[in-house]
């Protein structure tokens, strides 16, 4: 046994040890506080980093599916107006259909029809003019190679481009220039065009509900994405309440063991006084 009085081996020995448990109970103080086992890189550095990058994946597709779902009204709104214009553009047949038929027909029925297929014509272009989400057009032939970002990352697969052509009555082929009803052979004439622009409404409406049955698949998918990724970045990052509470229990009781032993060395050297005659 080798006792001294300059150096306490004892006392220092007790001393880290209470330190070390103090260390390790501040760590579970902290996690059972936060709820977090990770919250900077000192504590982990590769989980934190791995953590930082789940994190920004989610984050990404939460904003991607709400990008998705204005996508999906923008493009509801576009199809909903183009329904609109079919609806139109099978009146204005009929009607030139009826106005063709020269035989049954006489001046007056032919101005009258005229004046409908005229109006329609107009109703052609104000919904192509007037079709728009917030102050974006939608149908004037400006609304080209629009892309919605619909993914995590900066990638073009994780983007739908969507380009809607200019669907009033010129572009279609049956403004009040090149199409009337006011003859029966103008009628006849116009029964083909008409027919050709109802055509090529629906093209477009096609292809646009194509789009949009795309993006809502993206944003079903982004949606589990997104459940699985903050699921992983949870069993990375989250406290274990059981387990924490479970170390901190421990670490309470060497603490408190560790402040006796700590006394009880730093009390060690008064046993040389014993040897002092």
Known sequence: MSLSVNTNISAIEAYNNLNA????????????????????????????VISQGLQTQANGLGVAIN??????????????????????????????????????????????????FAALQNQL?????????????????TYTGQSFQIGAYASSVDQVVVSIGNLGAASLGVSAASTNISTASAAFSAMASVQAAITSVASAEAAIGAAQNQIQDIIANDTVAQ????SANSTLVDTNMAKAMTNFSSQQVLMQAGVAM?????????????LIP
């Open 67 to 116: 990008n998705g779902q204005d996508a999906v009204s923008v493009l509801q709104i576009a199809t909903g107006a183009m329904n609109q214009q079919i609806s139109i553009l099978q009146t204005m047949n009929q009607l030139a259909t009826q106005a063709a038929n020269a035989g049954a027909n006489n001046t007056t029925s032919n101005n009258a029809d005229q004046q409908e």
């Open 262 to 274: 700590l006394s009880q060395a730093q009390a060690l050297p008064q046993l040389i006084l014993k």
């Open 227 to 230: 459940q699985n990724v903050t």
């Open 21 to 48: 448990t103090n260390t390790a109970m501040q760590t579970s103080i902290n996690q059972l506080s936060s709820g977090l086992k990770i919250q900077n890189a000192s504590q982990g550095a590769a989980d934190y």
């Open 125 to 141: 272009d104000q919904i192509a003019n007037s079709t728009q989400f917030g102050s974006t057009q939608l149908l004037n032939g």
